[in-house]
């Protein structure tokens, strides 16, 4: 597999070839690839869900609007948008950011403050992705212990000692401590701290 399958994207969307064409030039002056769309319906065919990067969106375009194309990523995909246009007003600067654009420029658009937009949305994808895979590690983790290793678990997560789970579930103190162990073990966990750290709130 090409390793730049896995290198952040950024979507340049809009219809003007010129703008396109300039902006992938100046994202790969700093080592950013790009994919241009001049047709909005195209973008959201081609958009995959494991796509890492951002969206830099065009608000005017013939067909429909950045604004709908917005929305309809807000529901198929978690990437970052950067609204463009050539024609900004209050109005459509608030409803940009209320539907979940990350930053909201006006053409032309100075360089270093493009450049600045695309990579921070970049890296909060990033970082997003990131904190995921973590999550998704840890319930993975999670899934490998028993019922009553889960129960144990939760109490300890609760801040119950060995003595008070096991009059809870009417156990030997010496059966509690081998059924953390085994919790500590399949999870992983190096401390309580940690435990408690990262599965409190997948127990929620």
Known sequence: ????????LVYLVDDDDAVRDGLALLLRSVGLRSAGFADPMAFLAALTQSAIGCVVLDIRM???SGLDVLA???????LPVVML??????????????GGAMEFLQKPVD??????????AVRTHIASR????????????????SGREHEVLERIVQGMS??????EFELSPRTVETYRANVFAKLEA??????????ATLLD
């Not at 597999?1 to 952040?8: A, C, F, G, I, R």
């Not at 209050?90 to 409803?95: A, N, P």
């Not at 995921?132 to 490998?144: E, F, G, P």
């Open 62 to 64: 013939p067909g429909i």
């Open 111 to 120: 360089d270093d403050v493009f450049l600045d937009a695309v990579q921070a």
């Open 130 to 145: 990131e904190r995921l895979a973590v999550t998704q590690a840890a319930a993975d983790r999670l899934a490998r212990l």
């Open 85 to 98: 246009t050539g024609h900004a007003n209050v109005d459509l600067c608030r409803r940009a950011f209320k």
């Open 1 to 8: 597999m090409n390793p730049q399958d896995h290198s952040p």
């Open 190 to 199: 190096e401390s309580l701290a940690q435990l408690i750290r990262q599965y």
């Open 72 to 78: 309809q990523l807000a529901e198929r995909s978690d």
């Open 162 to 167: 060995n003595k008070e789970i096991a009059r």
